[in-house]
């Protein structure tokens, strides 16, 4: 039995390189682990055996004749909200049940270029809205630690598969935590960049001006190789930035001493369980030890933040989902009457529950009357919270405190009521309104289940955020751990 | 100012008092966003859709004056212009494979009377 | 004085022709095969992204400068959010609250040779919609997206115009400016060019609009001034009838002559605009609107006006010249050959060769009838090598056979006869043949006069120097 799995993304590329295994091996070895984990986790929607054989084989070849990029044979997940060339990329709905994209997202483009070998596409939350991956037209997603329980959402297959040790890395996005939530529930590491980081050419849109593709992976160091190869600027996006990327592989090995970390006192609040609040501070005593110096700093909007998700979201995901009609592809009804019965039936049978629901709410916010109470007005809160940051981040370097409120919950608990669901993300919005980079990383165990410390930084700090994780990383062990059975 | 114990402490709105958003409402939604809705669907909408508007009311109270909406999340940025060059070539066949009915390179949809 | 007052603001959407798509890079090229020029941006595919086309924004600076509008610093695109299937996205990329110009003007000439100034209350871009056939495909609609994501202009007039003509009027300058700043090649049955009217009537004096109906999709200058006389009726007699004029749209039906109510698409749309999130504001330096002014060909207006200091033509010659920015520098070529004949210049060329041009339905820069060769046509008769009537036919000869001026006369031996003494020895043979008509005339029947011109003119072919013919005839006749 191989334990080729157990290696990081780091190890893996490392050992490839080395030729101390082929890449065919090593992905034999984790799409038979794929194949066995499905029943119990479902993690994937699509399984790409026999691409991902050829390019495994494709790699080897250039790793033989001493090319490849970075990342040449590493074996990877795609969450299905990017669009993969010949591939069904659904977006876990019906509407796109059968979709086969013709064209790659640019993410999925680069990490080709770099040499990875994509596994498949992983479940998620329809059209990435959830926060457990329960809402998927393909079944939920379990969570690899304990299969009663939710991954966390939207991007649960890629955070399941990375915790299992099914892929050595994953793509997701996170519009609201859908990275950073996951990654905290499953012990593993979750990056969202800043806004324009990374390009979202061919990442299917949600909420566009708080979407931003990310990565899952065991460590920050991963995390840093593959967010090297994912950033740039992208001409095919207007708000693609374009601002130089720095090796964050080299840069996260910069020493800790002098971090000015900023505790949010507003996370630390009634509604933190306890227990996850040790785990947080324990790790914030290790930081102290490292060399960091603590404060409290207080942003007063961000309780705001989840009401202002709740229109900005909504509203722009009414408008994004517009195109999905059954007239050009996706879903049809069955002998539509006329057009207003294709329009209607057609997006009714695609869509489920939650995506309908957000649809529906987003187009109140935006009607004729509301639009100043609601859709206006979550736009200036939302001034008003990133203003908040800007000033916090005056007198310190990063801020830190609970990527989530618990740790993960047993699948079907919070279904009955959205607003409770919508409550998991209220640590993690605020980074996306004010368009801000954060990671979120393992630092301890709560009844068995890991807990996440997040990191948040201004515009454009990866590297230093991504440091001051792998720097707990050096400290601690959490991001080794492997869930029972998988390991 | 606010504090999460205020959201925290929200519950889910009991029955007997009135929803804020009426059926007809919702069936004018739906059809202002072409989702087709049974009759057992629209209640069960108008609850928690009820529910998610009282949650987002928490917004009213916040002090917005002369404060500019934000939408754009980087602030300061403008929009890149591209240069005016053709360098898309003709894929339709390619792309209508997706297409549900397509007929002499044409997309289908029943009869539109204008 | 009418009792009803009528009110008409138009709104004009212009195709811009930028080789490529406002937002992608697809051909904006007229006539492709179905869905040929429709990439995965037009599409509306999964995960596309728009990216603004630089000529289109140069072009709508160009329009604002040209109609002396206000230029946003920074101006804002907004989604329009509507269903139906020729627009792929489900919104259409447009601009609302902050569009690129603002308040411009311009000048209309009216048929009574005044002039008046309408307001435009602005221009913005916006990505056009495809197209929906119905033709030949039975229970079915057909979509080409080909046209989906053309830039357009649209160009929103104050209500200022007060009858039809004004209207045609108005069109017609919008027409010529947008073909003078090459940024719209004007073309109404390709649909380049089409022009929707709000009409509404008031009793006249009143203060208030009265309720206003679109008619939608105007694509001629006649259609535009029908349309709006028969709802202008319509309404009129709606009004006097005891009913109420309903705010809506309407679709002018040629054929019939009429307007029609265009319900189904007016089911109360909320189109919920919200700034797009996916494009940026357009920022626009003051460095880049100064270069884009600096590069404004010479306008319609003030090309008239210098047509009729320099030339010494008409406000309506110079107005008829300037229609095109092709016809007035073809007049001004013809003219700088033959500059002692301004005046000629410009009857020909808004006379025969206009007429030639209609006739075969070409352009003057199609060059049938280069601008030097008509020059030389022009230097005969100036130089009275032949008449200006004689010019008609060598000009007939010229058209059809492509020759020069000189080529025709000699071929046809047209030179005007100048000799005195030959159009003497001609009039002597005409007062020999005629001696009745000769002795009535010095009898006192003056109108015979003409009678003689015209047999001199016969019998030479119509050469004969009429100034000449008429001194000579004349002394000979005493």
Same mark, same amino acid.
């Given at each position: 039995?191989?334990?080729?799995?157990?290696?990081?993304?780091?190890?893996l590329a490392?050992?490839?390189?080395a030729?101390?295994?082929?890449?065919?091996?090593?992905?034999?070895?984790?799409?038979?682990?794929v194949?066995r984990?499905?029943?119990s986790?479902?993690?994937?929607?699509?399984?790409?055996? &026999?691409?991902?054989?050829?390019?495994?084989?494709?790699?080897?070849?250039?790793?033989?004749?001493?090319?490849?990029?970075?990342?040449?044979?590493?074996?990877i997940?795609?969450?299905?909200?990017?669009?993969?060339?010949?591939?069904?990329?659904?977006?876990g709905?019906?509407?796109?049940?059968?979709?086969?994209?013709?064209?790659d997202?640019t993410?999925?483009?680069k990490?080709?270029?770099?040499?990875?070998?994509?596994?498949?596409?992983?479940n998620?939350?329809?059209?990435?809205? $959830?926060?457990?991956s329960?809402?998927?037209?393909?079944?939920?997603?379990?969570?690899? =630690?304990d299969?009663?329980?939710?991954?966390?959402?939207?991007s649960?297959?890629?955070a399941?598969?990375?915790?299992?040790?099914?892929?050595?890395g994953?793509?997701?996005?996170?519009?609201?935590g859908?990275?950073?939530?996951p990654?905290?529930?499953?012990?593993?590491?979750?990056l969202?960049p800043?806004?324009?980081?990374?390009?979202r050419y061919?990442?299917?849109?949600?909420?566009?001006?708080?979407?931003?593709?990310g990565v899952l992976?065991?460590?920050?160091?991963?995390?840093a190789?593959m967010l090297?190869?994912?950033?740039?600027?992208?001409?095919?996006?207007?708000?693609s930035?374009?601002?130089?990327v720095?090796?964050?592989v080299?840069?996260?090995?910069?020493?800790?001493?002098?971090?000015?970390?900023?505790?949010?006192?507003?996370?630390f609040?009634?509604?933190?369980?306890?227990?996850n609040?040790q785990?947080?501070?324990?790790?914030?005593?290790?930081?102290e030890?490292?060399?960091?110096?603590?404060?409290?700093?207080?942003l007063?909007?961000?309780?705001?933040?989840?009401?202002?998700?709740?229109?900005?979201?909504?509203?722009?995901?009414?408008?994004?989902?517009?195109r999905?009609d059954?007239?050009?592809?996706?879903?049809?009804?069955?002998?539509?009457?006329?057009?207003?019965?294709?329009?209607?039936?057609?997006?009714?049978e695609?869509?489920?529950?939650?995506?309908?629901?957000?649809?529906?709410?987003?187009?109140?916010?935006l009607s004729?009357?509301?639009?100043?109470?609601?859709?206006?007005?979550?736009?200036?809160?939302?001034?008003?919270?990133?203003?908040?940051?800007t000033?916090?981040?005056k007198?310190?370097?990063?801020?830190?405190?609970?990527?989530t409120p618990?740790?993960?919950?047993?699948i079907?608990?919070?279904?009955?009521?959205p607003?409770?669901?919508?409550?998991?993300d209220?640590y993690?919005?605020?980074?996306?309104?004010?368009?801000?980079?954060?990671?979120s990383?393992?630092?301890?165990?709560?009844?068995?289940?890991?807990?996440?410390?997040?990191?948040v930084?201004p515009?454009?700090?990866?590297?230093?955020?991504?440091?001051?994780?792998?720097?707990?990383?050096?400290?601690t062990d =959490?991001?080794?751990?492997?869930?029972?059975?998988?390991a | 100012?606010?504090?999460?114990?205020?959201?925290?402490?929200?519950?889910?709105?009991?029955?007997?008092?009135?929803?804020?958003?009426?059926?007809?409402?919702?069936a004018?939604?739906?059809?202002l966003?072409?989702?087709?809705?049974?009759?057992?669907?629209?209640?069960?909408?108008?609850?928690?859709?009820?529910?998610i508007?009282?949650?987002?009311?928490?917004?009213?109270?916040?002090?917005?004056?002369?404060?500019?909406?934000?939408a754009?999340?980087?602030?300061g940025?403008?929009?890149?212009?591209?240069?005016?060059l053709?360098?898309?070539?003709?894929?339709?066949?390619?792309?209508?494979?997706?297409?549900?009915?397509v007929?002499?390179?044409?997309?289908?949809?029943?009869?539109?009377i204008e | 004085?009418?009792? =009803?007052?009528?009110?008409i603001g138009?709104?004009i959407h212009?195709?811009?022709?930028?080789?490529?798509?406002i937002?992608?890079?697809?051909?904006?090229?007229?006539?492709?095969?179905?869905?040929?020029?429709?990439?995965?941006?037009?599409?509306?595919?999964p995960?596309?992204?728009?990216?603004?086309?630089?000529?289109?924004v140069?072009?709508a600076v160009?329009?604002?400068?040209?109609?002396?509008?206000?230029?946003?610093?920074?101006?804002?695109?907004?989604?329009?959010?509507?269903?139906?299937?020729?627009?792929?996205?489900?919104?259409?990329?447009?601009?609302?609250?902050?569009?690129?110009?603002?308040n411009?003007?311009?000048?209309?000439?009216?048929?009574?040779?005044?002039?008046?100034t309408?307001?435009?209350?602005?221009?913005?871009l916006?990505?056009?919609?495809?197209?929906?056939?119905?033709?030949?495909?039975?229970g079915?609609?057909?979509i080409?997206?080909?046209?989906?994501?053309?830039?357009?202009?649209?160009?929103?007039?104050?209500?200022?115009?007060r009858?039809?003509?004004?209207?045609?009027?108005?069109?017609?300058?919008?027409?010529?400016?947008?073909?003078?700043?090459?940024?719209?090649d004007?073309?109404?049955?390709?649909?380049s060019?089409?022009?929707?009217?709000?009409?509404?009537?008031?009793?006249? $004096?009143?203060?208030?609009?009265?309720?206003?109906?679109?008619i939608?999709?105007?694509?001629?200058?006649?259609?535009?001034?029908r349309?709006?006389n028969?709802?202008?009726?319509?309404?009129?007699?709606?009004i006097e009838?005891?009913?109420k004029v309903?705010?809506?749209?309407?679709?002018?039906?040629?054929?019939?002559?009429?307007?029609?109510?265009?319900?189904?698409?007016?089911?109360?749309n909320?189109?919920?605009?919200?700034?797009?999130?996916?494009l940026?504001?357009?920022?626009l330096?003051?460095?880049?609107?100064?270069?884009?002014?600096?590069?404004?060909?010479?306008?319609?207006?003030p090309k008239?006006?210098?047509?009729?200091?320099?030339?010494?033509?008409?406000?309506?010659?110079a107005?008829?010249?300037?229609?095109?920015?092709e016809?007035?520098?073809?007049?001004?070529?013809?003219v700088?050959?033959?500059?002692?004949?301004?005046?000629?210049?410009?009857?020909?060329?808004?006379?025969?060769l206009?007429?030639?041009?209609?006739?075969?339905?070409?352009?003057?820069? &199609?060059?049938k009838?280069?601008?030097?060769?008509?020059?030389?046509?022009?230097?005969?008769?100036?130089?009275?090598?032949?008449?200006?009537k004689?010019?008609k036919?060598?000009?007939?000869?010229? =058209?059809?056979?492509?020759?020069?001026?000189? &080529?025709?006369i000699?071929?046809?031996?047209?030179?005007?006869?100048?000799?005195?003494?030959?159009?003497?020895?001609?009039?002597?043979?005409?007062?020999?043949?005629?001696?009745?008509?000769?002795?009535?005339?010095?009898?006192g029947?003056?109108k015979l006069?003409?009678?003689?011109?015209?047999?001199?003119?016969?019998?030479?072919g119509?050469?004969?120097?009429?100034?000449?013919?008429?001194?000579?005839?004349?002394?000979?006749?005493k």
């Open positions: 039995m191989s334990d080729l799995h157990s290696g990081t993304l780091t190890q490392a050992g490839l390189r030729r101390k295994f082929s890449s065919v091996e090593l992905v034999t070895a984790l799409l038979d682990r194949e984990s499905q029943a986790l479902n993690a994937f929607i699509s399984v790409t055996r &026999a691409q991902a054989l050829a390019g495994a084989a494709a790699a080897d070849r250039a790793l033989a004749a001493g090319g490849g990029g970075a990342l040449t044979g590493v074996p997940a795609h969450k299905d909200i990017f669009c993969t060339q010949g591939v069904r990329t659904t977006c709905s019906r509407m796109l049940e059968n979709f086969v994209s013709p064209y997202a993410v999925v483009a990490l080709k270029r770099a040499g990875a070998v994509t596994l498949g596409k992983t998620m939350d329809e059209f990435a809205m $959830g926060s457990s329960e809402t998927s037209y393909f079944g939920p997603v379990r969570n690899p =630690w299969p009663r329980l939710v991954p966390g959402g939207s649960g297959g890629s399941a598969a990375v915790a299992a040790r099914l892929v050595a994953a793509t997701a996005t996170d519009t609201g859908s990275i950073r939530q990654a905290a529930l499953c012990g593993i590491t979750g969202k800043t806004y324009g980081r990374v390009s061919g990442m299917i849109a949600f909420a566009s001006s708080l979407d931003q593709g992976t065991a460590s920050a160091a991963d995390a190789l090297r190869e994912m950033a740039g600027f992208d001409a095919n996006d207007s708000t930035v374009d601002a130089e720095p090796d964050y080299a840069a996260i090995e910069q020493p800790l001493a002098g971090l000015r970390i900023g505790l949010l006192k507003e996370f609040d009634p509604g933190l369980d306890p227990q609040e785990r947080v501070r324990e790790a914030l005593k290790v930081y030890q490292l060399g960091a110096k603590l404060s409290v700093v207080s007063p909007n961000l309780p705001l933040s989840v009401p202002v998700y709740y229109v900005v979201a909504p509203a722009e995901c009414s408008s994004n989902l517009a999905f059954g007239v050009r592809f996706g879903h049809r009804c069955e002998n539509p009457r006329d057009l207003t019965d294709l329009y209607r039936r057609s997006r009714g695609g869509f489920g529950a939650e995506v309908k629901r957000r649809i529906m709410t987003g187009t109140y916010v004729a009357g509301y639009f100043d109470a609601y859709y206006l007005k979550a736009q200036r809160v939302r001034q008003l919270i990133s203003a908040d940051f000033r916090a981040f007198d310190v370097d990063v801020l830190m405190g609970p990527t618990t740790p993960a919950f047993a079907g608990a919070k279904t009955e009521d607003i409770t669901m919508y409550l998991n209220i993690t919005i605020g980074a996306n309104l004010a368009g801000l980079p954060a990671v990383i393992p630092c301890g165990f709560v009844r068995e289940l890991p807990v996440g410390l997040q990191i930084g515009h454009f700090s990866e590297a230093r955020i991504l440091g001051a994780a792998h720097a707990l990383q050096r400290a =959490w991001h080794t751990r492997v869930p029972p059975g998988y | 100012m606010y504090d999460f114990a205020q959201v925290f402490s929200f519950h889910p709105r009991i029955l007997l008092t009135p929803m804020s958003l009426t059926r007809e409402q919702i004018s939604i739906a059809a966003a072409r989702l087709e809705l049974t009759a057992a669907e629209i209640p069960v909408y108008q609850e928690t859709l009820s529910q508007v009282d949650f987002i009311g928490a917004l009213e109270r916040a002090p917005t004056t002369g404060v500019a909406p934000m754009h999340p980087l602030p940025l403008s929009q890149r212009l591209r240069p005016d053709v360098t898309e070539v003709d894929r339709h066949e390619e792309y209508q494979a997706n297409a549900p009915q007929a002499a390179g044409l997309y289908l949809v029943p009869k539109v | 004085m009418s009792a =009803w007052e009528t009110v138009l709104e212009a195709q811009l022709s930028t080789r490529s798509k937002f992608s890079a697809s051909a904006t090229a007229y006539g492709a095969p179905p869905n040929a020029q429709a990439n995965l941006v037009d599409l509306g595919y995960g596309v992204l728009p990216v603004l086309n630089a000529e289109s140069r072009m160009k329009l604002g400068l040209a109609i002396k509008a206000r230029i946003a610093p920074q101006s804002v695109f907004a989604r329009k959010n509507y269903f139906y299937p020729d627009l792929p996205k489900g919104y259409q990329i447009s601009q609302y609250e902050l569009p690129i110009v603002a411009g003007t311009l000048d209309i000439e009216l048929e009574d040779g005044s002039r008046k309408i307001g435009i209350t602005r221009a913005h916006e990505e056009d919609a495809g197209k929906s056939l119905h033709e030949g495909l039975p079915v609609t057909g080409d997206l080909n046209r989906a994501g053309t830039p357009l202009v649209e160009i929103v007039s104050e209500p200022d115009m009858s039809a003509k004004e209207a045609v009027a108005y069109m017609k300058k919008v027409h010529t400016l947008v073909r003078y700043l090459e940024i719209c004007g073309n109404m049955q390709e649909g060019f089409r022009c929707d009217a709000n009409v509404s009537v008031r009793k006249t $004096g009143a203060d208030k609009f009265g309720t206003r109906a679109e939608k999709n105007l694509n001629s200058f006649r259609y535009i001034e349309a709006i028969f709802e202008v009726e319509r309404q009129i007699e709606l009838s005891g009913g309903v705010q809506e749209t309407r679709l002018y039906d040629p054929d019939k002559g009429e307007t029609r109510s265009m319900r189904s698409k007016e089911e109360a909320d189109y919920r605009y919200f700034p797009d999130p996916d940026l504001p357009v920022v330096e003051e460095a880049f609107v100064e270069s884009v002014r600096n590069s404004l060909p010479e306008l319609p207006d008239a006006a210098r047509f009729v200091s320099q030339y010494a033509l008409s406000a309506y010659d107005s008829v010249l300037t229609v095109s920015r016809l007035a520098d073809y007049y001004e070529a013809v700088r050959e033959v500059p002692q004949e301004p005046k000629l210049a410009a009857n020909w060329v808004m006379g025969d206009a007429a030639a041009l209609n006739r075969e339905n070409l352009e003057v820069s &199609a060059g009838m280069p601008a030097t060769r008509l020059a030389g046509l022009l230097q005969r008769i100036n130089d009275q090598t032949i008449s200006g004689i010019a036919e060598v000009f007939e000869a010229m =058209w059809s056979d492509g020759a020069t001026a000189d &080529a025709v000699a071929q046809k031996g047209l030179r005007q006869i100048t000799d005195a003494g030959a159009i003497e020895r001609v009039i002597d043979e005409v007062l020999a043949k005629n001696p009745g008509q000769l002795a009535d005339y010095r009898a029947k003056d006069f003409g009678f003689f011109v015209g047999q001199v003119m016969k019998a030479t119509g050469k004969a120097n009429p100034v000449q013919l008429n001194e000579l005839l004349l002394r000979k006749l």
